[in-house]
């Protein structure tokens, strides 16, 4: 089973839609931007990050759709190496 993660502060991670593509960042509170993947569009996933969405409510996110869930899982699973490559304060 993998771990689940929590971060201190309040960053958040945002959608950027880019042709058939959602291209997922990663705002800090002091506003810089920070890129952390791509994956394939989903309504839904879009929805719920395009204006920004608190990075532990993704994380800890349930919903009765697959593209979520696997943004949930995915992030999960990137977790070590986003806290370790981008210096984040995890809980």
């Known amino acids: 089973m993998a771990k689940k993660y929590s971060l201190k502060n309040s ?5 950027k839609r880019n042709n058939n593509k959602l291209d997922y960042y990663l705002r800090t509170p002091a506003g810089e931007e920070f890129y952390l993947f791509t ?3 989903s ?5 719920v ?3 920004g969405v608190p990075i532990n409510a993704v994380l800890h996110g349930r919903k009765n759709n697959t593209a979520f869930m ?3 899982n995915y992030l999960n699973y990137m977790m070590p190496y ?3 490559y981008y210096d984040l304060n995890a809980a």
Do not use: D, G, P
């Open 11 to 15: 960053n958040m991670i945002t959608a």
């Open 70 to 72: 696997n943004l949930v």
């Open 39 to 41: 994956k394939k569009y």
């Open 43 to 47: 309504f839904v996933c879009y929805e």
């Open 82 to 84: 986003l806290i370790e």
């Open 49 to 51: 990050c395009k204006s």
